[in-house]
């Protein structure tokens, strides 16, 4: 069995009026309007596999990406979706995009009450969506998600007994792939 991890294509996004730096209450609108944002095409290698099946973040930047790589029907789930990033604080000031989404991370770390999913619910919700993928198929499976999620599924895929490659931070496009052991 195969598991080819791929992150959506690059988001075409701009801040809102070209903001340089924002409010929590701009992030937030910035993050939302990321979240509907279209994808730029992106070339793939084309020896990378044939999938039998695809899941996919029920994010519109996963699902674009999906039905370019993929011909077939896409299972949509909201478990593949991206770590939500909130401003740690609503205090009026303001700071560039990359402060606020750093800072959102660092509250992520430290499970800061700003933050509505913590690092052991995202590990629950990323081990419930592997398995289920483990035990329903027995075929190469094509998983579309996020930067950030993509991390925790390699990981967990490899405490699963795959072996696959290594990343920091996955390469929008790219397709990781992960084999599973077999033992003879």
Known sequence: MKIGLVRHFEVAHQPSSNLKLMTPTQLKEWLHEYELSDVKDCLLEPDKGIWETCYSSDLPRAIKTAQKLFAGEIIETKAL???PIFPPTNINFKLPVVLWLFLGRIAWML???SQVESKAML???VKY???EIIL???QDILIVSHGFLMIFLRKELLK?????PNFKKAV???IYVFEQETYT
């Not at 699963?160 to 696959?164: A, D, I, L, M, S």
């Open 129 to 131: 969506i592997v398995d």
């Open 172 to 174: 929008n496009g790219e």
């Open 123 to 125: 590990k629950e919700r």
């Open 160 to 164: 699963q007994g795959f072996r696959g």
């Open 136 to 138: 329903k198929n027995d």
């Open 111 to 113: 499970s800061h009450k």
């Open 81 to 83: 979706r991206e770590l």
